[in-house]
Antibody, heavy 119, light 108 residues
Framework: QVQLMQSGAEVKQPGSSVKVSCKAS????????ISWVRQAPGQGPEWMGG????????NYAQRFQDRLTITADESTGTAYMELTSLRSEDTAVYYC????????????WGQGTLVTVSS | EIVLTQSPGTLSLSPGEKATLSCSAS???????LAWYQQKPGQAPRLVMF???DRAIGIPDRFSGSGSGTDFTLTISRLEPEDFAVYYC?????????FGQGTKVEIK
């Protein structure tokens, strides 16, 4: 069974960037979309964007278009989420989540990575 | 952009009671594109229902889903202690996803 393992917690200064990784263990990214979902303290999940590794395409929620990059390395089974120009409102737990192609639900989630933006 | 609105914000119920959670979409969506998740403190969301009414692996049959068009419902027929959590509906289409703001099911 595929598990998604994320990199560890980060503390960042306002204006800096963060890059979080998500590695699939026990399987590959074939036939999947990897999305990134964040959850601010006490808030609901927010879909940020996703990538389809076998098609080498990514798409983003409009509000993140100008500062979010999602990539994937099929050879290592690892996806990445990089968010730039960080501000305090970006403090959240960031999750990667897997969605099978041509379905509409996330059947596997990473454990989450806490990103704290603070001066 | 589709907006999902969940109601109520909080449900206060006792074990054994029935829970009815609602999710309303800002425009008509395909039933196959609506899912529900359960989340407990400190954990990632867990898939409960997909395609409006299909239970995920390991989800007991006291959970059921229904709805079409813009209005969808997750029902828990008899609440067990492990069911008390926050539930989110979710839509995904055209490579874009969105979540509702959640309904907290708490012990009365």
């Amino acid at each position: 069974q595929v598990q998604l393992m994320q990199s560890g917690a980060e503390v960042k200064q306002p204006g800096s960037s963060v890059k979080v990784s998500c590695k699939a263990s026990g399987g590959t990214f074939s036939s999947y979309t990897i999305s990134w979902v964040r959850q601010a303290p006490g808030q609901g999940p927010e879909w940020m964007g996703g990538t389809i590794p076998i098609f080498n395409t990514s798409n983003y929620a409009q509000r993140f278009q100008d500062r979010l990059t999602i990539t994937a390395d099929e050879s290592t089974g690892t996806a990445y989420m990089e968010l730039t120009s960080l501000r305090s409102e970006d403090t959240a737990v960031y999750y990667c989540a897997r969605l099978q192609l041509w379905t509409s639900f996330f059947d596997s989630w990473g454990q989450g990575t806490l990103v704290t933006v603070s001066s | 952009e589709i907006v999902l609105t969940q109601s109520p914000g909080t449900l206060s119920l006792s074990p054994g009671e029935k829970a009815t959670l609602s999710c309303s979409a800002s425009q008509t969506i395909l039933s196959s594109h609506l899912a529900w998740y359960q989340q407990k403190p400190g954990q990632a969301p867990r898939l409960v229902m997909f395609g409006t009414s299909d239970r995920a692996i390991g989800i007991p049959d006291r959970f059921s889903g229904s709805g079409s068009g813009t209005d969808f419902t997750l029902t828990i027929s008899r609440l067990e202690p492990e069911d008390f959590a926050v539930y989110y509906c979710q839509h995904y289409d055209d490579s874009t996803g969105t979540f509702g703001q959640g309904t907290k099911v708490e012990i009365k």
